[in-house]
């Protein structure tokens, strides 16, 4: 029979190969950045990964910017209290930005300290190509949220960047500069808040909040220390030169809390808040000053390695945090 048009002889065709597109029973393309091998199990356990390597419960440490305008007793006006929510909002997405950052820097020092040899980074839990695209999304969505805050509060949150850039790059193996660095990003979120909220910031807070950071963070090198003494001296260097002594972090939290102690009693008795013929601010001195001794009492038996964990864990030094803030907030805002 004729092959041409009206007989009845069917062309016989050879099938085409089905695409991905055209066959929904077929596995669609991985997203970028993803192994086709890799299975959901993994891919989910990069995702949890992820969360803890920018460390959430880290952010305690953002409430500073709460600092400023808590203090001078407007925190609860409404717009106050709207444009201090975005500051921190914005200093954890820059925080966990850097988080991620420092910890891709720091790899190889970690993989080999007894703890942070667990983090997601170090343990190839998270690739490095995923926690650098993780840390450039969150600093973008840091600077837009900044931006609306004006440009003052931009320059700190740059500020901030900058200097942990600088810490995670090259600050961080030079002795004393590195807690002068990690002290000024605690100083900085501060005076962002009042930055952000239009508070003046007195010289005396200034002071404290300096001197207090770096009271913090002479202890946590002193926990670090204490960590990686308990570690095979063969194995802890990990190319990271060990610069301190436990005496003279010792002396180092010894005179910053003696400084801290001093710039706030010294405010404390510059600017008495008399409510209900009772002296708040001077009272207040004595749970801030007991706080800062049992404070001190933990560093020096090695717990300061987290400061955040020490902050919460610890019910003497809680009730002390709640007993000062009771009698300051009676003396700023009894009557307001």
Not at 179 to 199: E, K, M, P
Not at 275 to 294: G, I, K, Q, T, Y
Request: net charge positive; hydrophobic share 55%; glycine share 8%.
């Amino acid at each position: 029979m004729s092959s041409e048009p009206g007989s009845c002889r069917v062309r016989r065709m050879l099938p085409r190969p089905l695409s991905k597109t055209d066959d929904p029973f077929l596995a669609p393309e991985p997203p970028a950045g993803v192994r086709p091998d890799a299975p959901t199990g993994e891919r989910a356990g990069r995702a949890r990964g992820l969360v803890r390597s920018v460390r959430p419960h880290q952010w305690l440490k953002n409430l500073l910017v709460v600092a400023a305008p808590g203090a001078a007793g407007v925190l609860f006006h409404r717009a106050i209290l709207a444009r201090t929510a975005l500051a921190f909002l914005a200093f954890c997405l820059a925080s966990a930005s850097m988080y991620l950052v420092n910890d891709v820097s720091d790899i190889r020092w970690d993989q080999v300290h007894p703890r942070r040899s667990r983090r997601p980074i170090a343990s190839g839990v998270v690739p490095v190509p995923l926690a650098l695209a993780a840390a450039v999304v969150l600093v973008v969505a840091a600077f837009g949220t900044a931006a609306i805050l004006g440009g003052s509060f931009l320059l700190a949150l740059g500020l901030y960047l900058g200097l942990t850039l600088a810490y995670s790059a090259w600050l961080k193996h030079l002795a004393v500069l590195d807690i002068g660095a990690v002290a000024s990003g605690f100083v900085l979120r501060a005076v962002a808040g009042g930055v952000a909220t239009n508070v003046h910031i007195s010289q005396w807070f200034l002071i404290l909040v300096s001197f207090a950071s770096l009271f913090v963070v002479a202890g946590k090198r002193h926990g670090d220390l204490v960590a990686l003494a308990q570690a095979d001296p063969g194995q802890v260097s990990g190319g990271r030169r060990i610069e301190y002594t436990a005496a003279y972090l010792r002396y180092v939290w010894m005179v910053a809390s003696g400084v801290a102690i001093t710039a706030y009693c010294l405010w404390a008795f510059d600017q008495p808040h008399v409510r209900l013929h009772v002296p708040w601010s001077e009272l207040s001195a004595v749970p801030f000053v007991l706080a800062v001794l049992r404070y001190a009492l933990l560093l020096d038996v090695g717990k300061g390695a987290a400061p955040e964990e020490v902050a919460l864990r610890d019910p003497p030094l809680l009730a002390l945090a709640a007993a000062w803030a009771v009698v300051y907030g009676l003396g700023v805002y009894l009557g307001h």
